[in-house]
């Protein structure tokens, strides 16, 4: 198939000298990811033009550097005079030489790049990220913001200095949050200073500062159970669910997905790591592994949930030897999916139904769980239970949205004069 691609005898030669296995090898790996035959025809020519550009350099499999890569795409692809045909397309050429240096990598030509020396900040973040995994034990979504404002606070304070903590000042937080927080929410401004107050206090434990400036972070005004959690009524829910294409292996994989958000209130990173092995199919249970709270749980496998997972399992999911419940349909198939690509699938669903501007994740359906199993006469503990909170003051918000309920235990307003 390379024949069609290379016009000229001699560069079929100069190609296939030292690269012959490495283009091979894309290919076939290309075709165990599932990816369509155009696409592999594609990339083959794309790869294959670069070993030509390789070898009329001289430069062979071992001596491949990331100067080579980035200049090929960004310099030479423009301008390309090379005599043979095939795809110039640079999104599709970039994508290609991906692949083709993957291959590279793993056949051990191409060494990883050396590690960046981590300078001042970065040290001191990477400390902070080991003592919220190892000593506070948070999960990563909530490192991963701590770290993030953490880090915007020492460049903006430190820049291009070597950090040093007995230089702050009280002035230097409560003017930083002052400015920081003009743009955001109140509670996005919240979520900034307890980030810093939880640095602070690391600092304060390890004999690092003194306990003043974990004092000098302001607590900003919050009142708990002020608003009301966004839930979808159970129209809406309806018209979710009708917009997946069961006919589809992915419209069935997306209305699994989407029936265990809405009926168990399962948060997006949970229905990622579901596997086949937490599925007890005879005692009607899903295991719910390695929680938010580091704990396993067991919830009850509805019947609409597991009329839908089995419908998947049998029609629509890709043969792999991955354990995962939820896999990539799309090449590389048989990858187990993200919590990213859980909230966007949900999103184009939502999209598709009209309530793009009402459902912008999966928190909602959270929510909107909760707020069901409330309406269908549920305690509170056992809301708290399937949402597998550990104080029962975090579901008591959910009181707030049976609003019937509400009515009829509210007294009447008082009439004029009657005080």
Known sequence: MRAHIIKAPQVCQQTCAGFQSIVEGMVAKLICDGYAETTVSFYRQAAVHFAFWLSRRRIGPSQIKESHISGFLSQHISVCD????????????????????????????LPEAEAKEPDSIDRKVQDFDDYLLN??????????YRKR??????????????????????????S?????????????????????????????????????????????ASWRLASLPAALTDEEVERLLSVFDLGTAAGRRDYAVTRCLVDLGLRAQEVAQLRLDHIN???????????????????????AIGAAIAAYIRRGRPQTASREVFLQLHPPIGHCM???????????????????????????LRHTAATRMLRHGASIKEIADVLRHRCLDTTAIYTKVDLPRLAAVALAWPKRGSL
Not at 149 to 174: A, C, M, N, W
Not at 283 to 294: A, E, F, P, Q
């Open 176 to 220: 930083y949050l002052s400015k920081r927080g003009a743009g955001l929410k109140p509670a996005s401004t919240k979520v900034v200073a307890s980030s810093l107050r939880s640095y602070f206090r690391f600092l304060q434990l390890h004999g690092r500062c003194e306990g003043v400036l974990v004092l000098a972070v302001p607590a900003f």
């Open 338 to 364: 993200t919590s990213r690509t859980v909230c966007d699938l949900v999103v184009r669903a939502a999209a598709r139904a009209d309530m793009g501007s009402k459902v912008t994740g999966t928190r909602i």
């Open 135 to 144: 000593t506070v034990g948070l999960q990563g979504a909530t490192r991963t």
């Open 82 to 109: 090379c005599p043979l045909g095939g795809v110039r397309q640079h999104q599709t050429v970039r994508a290609a030489i991906n692949h083709f240096v993957a291959v590279l990598k793993d056949a051990g030509y």
């Open 281 to 303: 199919w005879r005692k009607g249970t899903l295991r719910i592994v390695g929680t938010k709270s580091r704990r396993d749980d067991e919830l009850p496998l509805t019947g």
């Open 149 to 174: 404002y953490v880090r915007e606070f020492l460049q903006k304070l430190f820049s291009g200095r070597e950090v040093d903590h007995s230089r702050l000042t009280p002035k230097d937080i409560v």
